[in-house]
T-cell receptor, first 115, second 119 residues
């Protein structure tokens, strides 16, 4: 069975601060994908990144960066110089094994960026 | 608008009534998914279609739930004899089948959801 844990329920920061959202996953499969999705107040989940289990390179996209560490089963997400528009719920998700068409989501982290 | 669209966006119903939600996926996507999201939780997988074939149903999908995708385009999710525990956001998503890949890699394109409130 797959499991994703996002221990931080809510985080509040002031604009321009850096913030890291934690994600820990569990799976017995050796081939899997990890994702981050953003859910703004409008409700529509927006895909941010996919990382496969064989690629541990960290990735940077603008103010966003992701740190994948198989040794600790973590896939953390950092927003640099946060902005008010970053306020949303962020979900980490996992797809694995024979059911790699469906995602197991964590409970999400509500990020509030205050001006 | 070429994204995933869902209708209605909000539905309030009384316990015991039937409700139906519709999802129109991105036109070139042959895979369609339904998820359910309750307050404070992440989305949970309900069911998956490849074209018109329903390939998997979650145990969350009781006998009161039925989903169809008759022509491999839009999909409907019907809930019969609604219960208060059915109150949730029902999310539809779609994805393409990438060339040479037998399964999706999980990059899903979500609609804005249909929020159901059962009184």
């Amino acid at each position: 069975a797959q499991k994703v844990t996002q221990a931080q329920t809510e985080i509040s920061v002031v604009e321009k601060e850096d913030v890291t959202l934690d994600c820990v996953y569990e799976t017995r499969d050796t081939t899997y994908y990890l994702f981050w999705y953003k859910q703004p107040p409008s409700g529509e989940l927006v895909f941010l990144i996919r990382r496969n289990s064989f690629d541990e390179q960290n990735e940077i996209s603008g103010r966003y960066s992701w740190n994948f560490q198989k040794s600790t089963s973590s896939f953390n997400f950092t927003i640099t110089a946060s902005q008010v528009v970053d306020s949303a719920v962020y979900f980490c998700a996992l797809s694995a094994g024979g059911s790699n068409y469906k995602l197991t989501f964590g409970k999400g982290t509500l990020l509030t960026v205050n001006p | 608008d070429t994204g995933v669209s869902q209708d209605p966006r909000h539905k309030i119903t009384k316990r015991g009534q039937n409700v139906t939600f519709r999802c129109d996926p991105i036109s070139e996507h042959n895979r369609l998914y339904w998820y359910r999201q309750t307050l404070g939780q992440g989305p949970e997988f309900l069911t998956y279609f490849q074209n018109e074939a329903q390939l998997e149903k979650s145990r969350l999908l009781s006998d009161r739930f039925s989903a169809e995708r008759p022509k491999g385009s839009f999909s409907t999710l019907e809930i019969q004899r609604t219960e208060q525990g059915d109150s949730a956001m029902y999310l539809c998503a779609s994805s393409p089948q990438l060339p040479g890949q037998g399964a999706s890699t999980g990059e899903l394109f979500f609609g804005e959801g249909s929020r159901l409130t059962v009184l």
